[in-house]
């Protein structure tokens, strides 16, 4: 049972975020972008609020993506 409400929720999760309008292009997200700071920490200051949903969404698309493989 337990592994049903998982896939469940793997499965709709992304599906939920994609419908969440995100019209910014991934070149100027911060997030997305190597940082040149010590121990690669993103750089706060250019970081807003905005930035955080499609860094999400793509955490999960390319872990989702991971899972497909191994499975």
Known sequence: M???ITISILIL??????A???N???S???LFEASSLPLEAPDFN???EEHFMPAFKKG????????EQIA
């Not at 999760?13 to 994609?18: D, I």
């Not at 999960?60 to 899972?67: F, P, T």
Request: aromatic share 0%; glycine share 0%; with cysteine.
């Open 2 to 4: 337990k592994n049903r």
């Open 13 to 18: 999760l992304p599906l939920l975020l994609s």
């Open 20 to 22: 969440c309008n995100q």
């Open 24 to 26: 910014e292009p991934m």
């Open 28 to 30: 100027e997200n911060p």
């Open 46 to 48: 250019t970081i807003e």
């Open 60 to 67: 999960m698309d390319d872990q989702l993506n991971e899972i």
